[in-house]
């Protein structure tokens, strides 16, 4: 067997389990959604306050939410322009780093899923608890906020 009929198999049983296995079709699908939120912010400016979507509250309310300036504030992180941002959304860092962080949840854990299946069970664990507290740590602010007058 050739070295390319070697590489030609393995990427047919990657992409195989890609797609018929939940897990990484779950952690696969996630990526691709962070990525497009960093596409998103990296090609939209706060200078140019050019966002196709709007704050759906704000303009029916005419008051702004717990959200309302989290894409400005995710593009001035990407520029580097960390205390601008927080004026836009003073939470806006620790979204940002959760979706960082989940990124590369997402990636190292499928990569340790595919090596070392007999963990499988462990890891799903481990990545539900560890993304469920990252979520509140990260969302608390907005929980609270929905919450408010209960």
């Known amino acids: ?22 897990y990484l079709s779950v952690n696969l699908t996630l990526a691709g959604v962070l990525l497009f939120v960093f596409v998103y912010s990296g090609i939209f400016s706060p200078e140019k306050n050019n966002y196709p979507v709007v704050c759906i509250h704000e303009r029916l309310t005419g008051e702004p939410c717990a959200s309302c300036g989290l894409s400005h504030s995710f593009s001035l992180i990407l520029k580097g322009k960390i205390s601008e941002a927080y004026k836009w959304n003073s939470n806006g860092m620790r979204v940002f780093i959760f979706f960082a962080g989940q990124m590369i949840m997402r990636i190292v854990f499928s990569v340790f ?15 539900t608890i560890a993304s469920l507290t990252l979520f509140l740590i990260a969302f608390m602010p907005f929980i609270k906020w929905i919450f408010r007058f209960l």
């Open 113 to 127: 899923y595919l090596k070392q299946p007999e963990t499988v069970r462990q890891l799903i664990v481990y990545d």
């Open 1 to 22: 067997m050739t070295q390319s009929t070697k590489t030609n198999n393995a990427f047919s049983l990657l992409k195989h389990r890609l797609i018929s296995e939940p």
